[in-house]
């Protein structure tokens, strides 16, 4: 029974501590020109489809899938970010905060 216990317990510490899980926040409505406008000024990669579009970043200032907007025409767009970040707009759901320094 020990043997069985251990391996749970290890899994739930690591699943509690790591940062990789993506979240999914929903965010407003934003038209292809507003994400394209901010995927540029962040140093994401833009991309487009029918009536699809969305900005992936690597959370600091490259292109990547880190960070993620995805938006459907007429519809709340969706953001996917690492860990446990709430992003309220598009510029915060494209980059990472800045680290603070430990004093």
Request: hydrophobic letters at 35%.
């Amino acid at each position: 029974m020990r043997n069985l216990i251990a391996p749970i317990v290890l899994a739930g510490i690591l699943g509690l501590w790591s940062p990789a899980f993506a979240n999914e926040v929903s965010l407003h409505k934003h038209s292809l020109e507003e994400l394209k406008s901010v995927c540029d000024k962040v140093g994401g990669s833009f991309s487009q489809g029918a009536d699809v579009y969305a900005c992936g970043t690597d959370c600091h200032g490259k292109p990547g899938t880190a960070c993620v907007v995805d938006c459907k025409a007429d519809q709340t767009c969706f953001a996917q970010v690492i860990g446990g970040r709430r992003p309220t707009d598009l510029t915060n759901a494209l980059q990472a905060p800045p680290q603070r320094s430990k004093r």
